[in-house]
């Protein structure tokens, strides 16, 4: 028996709606929804007087998902990664995520690594596919190829050292696209809006009116409808989770989810629902809640606690949810399922 499922339509709507209730806003917000990067994705700005720069924001997820993507011919990801080892001519925006890549990778000692294109593509979370466990021997030949060093850039010329290795900016792509987005839209003057990836939020600027926060649920995990577990109010900051509910399927009542730890090559599992990353940039929101998922509760804990301007939520398998010490302080935290019990250290 299989079971599929993905992070769904209905709760990238639901968060981007909660986000806009109790606005308090002066002017009419104008918002844009479209399909990149294999998600939905919604722009909302607080003045209809930027549509022409809303438009635009689509302009550039296209060119980014034309830049980045793995699965359509003819990317700069996609000849890197079919180049056999020579070298290829890359955008300088390449150049800049695959540095941010590199570096990310670096500083969690393996635990995330972009190079892990063999092994994702192994994993098929999709919809429309069939589901398969990959063979041991193949897990093992795409684990030999995960390594960020393989990785040389040369100017905007790069290329990898092992053939058979390959880049997949699934891990932070999002992030990336998001805050050059907000960086745009700060140059023209945009002072308040909410940028939606997918579920990869991006606060521009306070709100309009009175209340100056954004109020961003947390999904409760597993949640068909997208019910919100929690929620935290923000301005002008980023909140991307990572969670085993959002992409899966079931074979005989097992369940195999999209995070994979990239010492086994085998979805991780560690008693972990989500985490929850909030800080004022998208990539590192996008690239610590995979990192951070794949240490664990405790490592994972202490490691964000030695960050700055950064906070997290983690959700576990039993129902408990712990915080780093700025949640409920910083950040104000609000939990709506009485079901979840709060665990303070």
Not at 105 to 111: A, E, H, I, L, V
Not at 121 to 132: P, R
Not at 134 to 157: C, F, R
Not at 195 to 219: F, H, M, R, T
Request: hydrophobic share 35%; glycine share 8%.
């Amino acid at each position: 028996m299989k079971k599929i499922h993905a992070l769904g339509l209905s709760f990238c709507l639901f968060l981007t709606l909660l986000s806009l209730g109790g606005c308090g806003k002066t002017t009419e917000p104008i918002s844009k929804t479209g399909f990149y990067f294999d998600t939905v994705i919604t722009i909302t700005l607080y003045d209809a007087s930027y549509e022409k720069e809303l438009d635009h924001c689509f302009s550039m997820a296209e060119k980014y998902e034309n830049l980045f993507s793995t699965q359509k011919e003819g990317t700069d990801i996609w000849k890197i990664n079919h180049s056999q080892g020579q070298a290829v001519e890359v955008s300088d925006e390449t150049i800049d995520i695959l540095n941010a890549g590199i570096a990310y990778s670096k500083s969690s000692n393996g635990k995330f690594d972009i190079t892990v294109g063999k092994l994702s593509s192994l994993w098929d979370f999709s919809e429309s596919s069939s589901k398969e466990i990959p063979s041991v021997e193949a897990i093992q030949e795409a684990l030999a190829t995960i390594n960020y060093q393989n990785i040389v850039i040369d100017g905007n010329m790069v290329s990898l050292t092992d053939p058979n290795a390959a880049i997949d900016l699934g891990g932070i792509a999002k992030g990336y696209i998001a805050d050059q987005m907000k960086a745009y839209l700060n140059d023209q003057g945009v002072q308040s809006g909410l940028i939606n990836l997918g579920g990869n939020v991006l606060c521009v600027g306070p709100k309009d009116g009175d209340e100056k926060s954004y109020k961003i649920a947390i999904q409760k995990p597993f949640s068909e409808d997208g019910t919100a577990l929690a929620t935290v109010k923000v301005a002008d900051d980023s909140v991307v989770t990572s969670g085993t509910y959002q992409r899966y399927f079931e074979i005989d009542g097992k369940r195999y989810h999209h995070i994979l730890d990239l010492s086994t090559g085998y979805p991780c599992d560690n008693d972990l629902d989500s985490v929850t990353i909030i800080s004022h940039d998208s990539l590192t929101c996008d690239a610590l809640s995979t990192t951070v998922f794949l240490m664990g509760l405790d490592d994972g804990l202490a490691y964000v606690e030695s960050l700055s301007d950064v906070e997290a939520i983690f959700v576990t398998s039993d129902g408990s949810i712990q915080y780093t010490s700025g949640i409920g302080k910083t950040i104000p935290f609000e939990l709506l399922d009485k079901d979840y019990n709060i665990v303070v250290k």
